[in-house]
């Protein structure tokens, strides 16, 4: 088993900046990919960004030149570096953590609002 938590989350006016991090604990020799998805009210949850052990990165396009996923494997977390916000991307943002056999695992949650 593998448990994540996420921080980082808050307010912030639009064209700001947040950085989301999420760690992990339990069963991390089994974490392939990590990554980040969101959630609006109303809608679908979606992929943000992914980045598997070797570093392969992965973003929507929607965020892509403004986010950025990095991994630090010796701390066994993963972060959201999260400029020139926008209030579309206001969400709940989850981490995700995906095992060798392909379980999948997931955080809490953590909300960003981008709001002026």
């Known amino acids: 088993q593998v448990q994540l938590v996420e921080s980082g989350g808050g307010l912030v006016q639009p064209g700001g900046s947040l950085r989301l991090s999420c760690a992990a604990s339990?069963?991390?020799?089994?974490?392939?990919?990590m990554g980040w998805y969101r959630q609006a009210p109303g809608k679908q949850r979606e992929l943000v960004a992914t980045?598997?052990?070797?570093?392969?990165?992965n973003y929507a396009d929607s965020v892509k030149g403004r986010f950025t996923i990095s991994r630090d494997n010796a701390k066994n977390t993963v972060s959201l570096q999260m400029n020139s916000l926008k209030p579309e991307d206001t969400a709940v943002y989850y981490c995700?953590?995906?095992?060798?056999?392909?379980?999948?695992?997931w955080g809490q949650g953590t909300q960003v609002t981008v709001s002026s």
């Open positions: 995700r953590a995906d095992d060798t056999i392909f379980r999948v695992y």
């Open positions: 339990g069963s991390i020799f089994s974490i392939n990919a």
């Open positions: 980045i598997r052990s070797r570093g392969n990165t």
